[in-house]
């Protein structure tokens, strides 16, 4: 079990040391759009979770690996589409593809088992896109 995260939330404004995967998990949950919209999970130099939004009970889902050499990816449902949809940031509507912006509560499992073992896996329903940056 993955217990020495390093993580930020809008929510409390401080970066935290030593978090616990299922404390991580715990804010996940918890994001409404409102004043809760972002968490950001960071196990050493390895890997990023940034979980956003919440408003609709809409997040976005992005993942980064830096080992053996930086990828990005974004969590998207399966029908893409050139509709955009918002998602509410720290404060800001951020605007992002529809099939981006994917439902709480398929994100709650799936980020458990990303934070318990820092493999984004494969899920169903759901897929992880690479992002050029």
Request: proline share 5%.
């Amino acid at each position: 079990m993955l217990n020495d995260w390093r993580m930020y939330t809008d929510g409390s404004g401080i970066e935290q040391k030593h978090v616990a995967w299922h404390e991580v998990l715990k804010e996940i949950a918890q994001l409404d759009g409102v004043t809760r919209t972002l968490v950001h999970a960071a196990y050493g130099d390895h890997v990023d979770l940034v979980v956003a939004g919440g408003n609709n009970g809409k997040v976005l889902v992005q993942w980064k690996e830096h080992e053996p050499s930086e990828q990005h990816f974004v969590l998207a449902a399966d029908k893409q589409s050139a509709v955009m949809s918002t998602l509410v940031i720290e404060g800001s509507e951020v605007a992002f593809p529809l099939s981006w912006c994917v439902p709480l509560e398929q994100v709650v499992p799936l980020c458990g088992d990303l934070l318990r073992t820092c493999e984004k896996g494969e899920p169903a329903k759901l897929e992880w896109l690479p992002v050029e940056m």
